[in-house]
């Protein structure tokens, strides 16, 4: 079921730093608190093989995340040590040495089961233990996540384990979100910043494919 238009789990998750701090971190949270959009990036396991590449590409773009006052946050079921282990090995060794937005550490897969990312058969809650007990391959698909200041999603995707992402597609749909709100127009197919834009109603759409 899509959680576009509804508000992200208001849940606290650990996570790790670039410098190895323990964190917890509530997406939620950092969204409202901060008035900042979140793009929350989901990978399946670390020391594999797409993984790292789009890693490298989110920490790449980084710097025009933050120009959009967008947050980077990546995710996967891994442990903060092994997280550490790979932010410590080599580039040219398939690690990720070098990125520095945190990286969730869901190792109880409760966040990754509630918004239903999970590679699995079968699913349980442990009441004394306070996790989910999981029956499959225990990682997630390649989910990202778009959510803005108010803790709203407005974007989900969720990709199989062997597509990587296009980086760029995410800044076009925080241009157009942005526009949106700013603007109060409606952004049309192939939208790009600077381009025509249109309002949402029957003149609009008449007047925008009259010129395109």
Known sequence: MSLVGKKFPNITVDAISDMGDNLSINVYEEAVNNKKKVLLFWYPKDFTFVCPTELHAFQE???????????????????????????????????IEGVTY?????????????????????????????????????VTYRATYLIDETGKIFHESVNDMPLGRNVNEYLRLIDAYTHVQEKGEVCPANWEEGKEAMTADRKGVASYLSSN
């Not at 990286?103 to 699995?120: E, K, M, P, V």
């Not at 058969?121 to 225990?138: A, M, Q, R």
């Open 61 to 95: 773009a980084l710097g025009e995340f933050e120009k959009r006052n967008t947050m980077v946050i990546g995710a996967s079921c891994d442990t903060n040590e092994v997280h550490f282990a790979w932010l410590n090995t080599a580039k040219d060794n398939g690690g």
């Open 102 to 138: 945190p990286i969730l550490a869901d190792t109880t897969r409760n966040l990754s089961n509630i918004l239903g990312i999970l590679d699995i058969e079968s699913s349980s809650y442990d009441e004394d233990n306070d996790s989910v007990i999981i029956s499959g391959s225990n």
